[in-house]
C-alpha cells in the first residue's frame, strides 16, 4: 500500500523565520510528487516534482526531490502570517498502479505568528 | 474564469438521509475526484473519474455513490450506510488524458456536511 509520512505535523515560528517542511514516501512506481497549500477551504497547488535535485522555487518557497532518501522538503524562507495554513504533500499512483489515485499525506500545519 | 464549484458550502442533515453534494467544472478536464478530509487526517480518495460514464472506487467508498453522465459534472451521493458523514469533501479535477501523474489537481472550494 502507498504511504506518504509528512513531519512535523504541526509547526509554530515567527514572521522572518525560515521553515523546513518534510515528507516521505512509499509508492509503487514513482512517477512525482506534488505539493499543495491550503488556507481554509480549497488547496492550492504548489509544486510538482520529478526529478531529484533540481530545486523548485516560487519567490520565498521552494522545494526539491530526493529519489534516493525518497523523500522532499519544501522551504519557506522569511516567513509571513499569510503563510500560515496546512501544507500537503501527494503522490500519484494507487495499490494495482492506477496513475489516478493521489495519496496524500496527513500535512503540516503552520502557524506563523507576528 | 475557469474553475471548480462546489455546493452547498455547509450542509447539514439527519441521521439516515441521504445526501447529494454537487460538483461542476468548466476546465474541460477529464478526470475528476471526490476526497474526504477530517481533521488530522488528511484527504482521503472516496471516488474518480477518468471519463463519462466510468468511475472507480477509491480507498473509503463504502456508503458513497457517484455518477458521471457530463464531462462537466461529478455528484457525490453520501447514503445513511456511511457510517461517519460529518467531513469537510473536496471535489478536485485533472486533464487526465492518461497522464494524470503530469497534471496537478484543481479543487473546489468544499462542501462541509454534518450530520446530526
Known amino acids: 500500500e502507498d504511504k506518504v509520512v509528512q513531519s512535523p505535523l504541526s509547526l509554530v515560528v515567527h514572521e522572518g523565520d525560515t521553515v523546513t517542511l518534510n515528507c516521505s514516501y512509499e509508492v509503487t512506481n514513482f512517477r512525482s510528487l506534488l505539493w499543495y497549500k491550503q488556507e481554509k477551504k480549497a488547496p492550492t497547488f504548489l509544486f510538482m516534482l520529478?526529478?531529484?535535485?533540481i530545486e523548485k522555487k516560487s519567490g520565498r518557497l521552494s522545494s526539491i526531490l530526493d529519489k534516493k532518501e525518497l523523500s522532499s522538503i519544501l522551504n519557506i524562507t522569511a516567513t509571513q502570517t499569510g503563510d500560515s495554513a496546512i501544507y500537503l504533500c501527494?503522490?500519484?499512483?494507487?495499490?494495482?498502479?492506477?496513475?489516478?489515485?493521489?495519496?496524500f499525506g496527513k500535512g503540516t500545519l503552520l502557524t506563523v505568528n507576528p | 474564469d475557469g474553475g471548480i464549484t462546489q455546493s452547498p458550502k455547509y450542509l447539514f442533515r439527519k441521521e439516515g438521509q441521504n445526501v447529494t453534494l454537487s460538483c461542476e467544472q468548466n476546465?474541460?478536464?477529464?478526470?475528476m475526484y471526490w476526497y474526504r478530509q477530517d481533521p488530522g487526517q488528511g484527504l482521503r480518495l472516496i471516488y474518480y473519474s477518468q471519463i463519462v460514464n466510468d468511475f472507480q472506487k477509491g480507498d473509503i467508498a463504502e456508503g458513497y455513490s457517484v455518477s458521471r453522465e457530463k464531462k462537466e459534472s461529478f455528484p457525490l451521493t453520501v447514503t445513511s450506510a456511511q457510517k461517519n458523514p460529518t467531513a469537510f469533501y473536496l471535489c478536485?479535477?485533472?486533464?487526465?488524458?492518461?497522464?494524470?501523474?503530469?497534471?496537478?489537481?484543481?479543487f473546489g472550494n468544499g462542501t462541509r456536511l454534518t450530520v446530526t
Open positions: 520529478t526529478s531529484s535535485g
Open positions: 476546465l474541460n478536464h477529464d478526470a
Open positions: 501527494a503522490v500519484p499512483g494507487g495499490g494495482g498502479g492506477s496513475n489516478y489515485k493521489l495519496t
Open positions: 478536485a479535477s485533472s486533464i487526465g488524458g492518461g497522464m494524470p501523474y503530469n497534471s496537478p489537481l484543481h
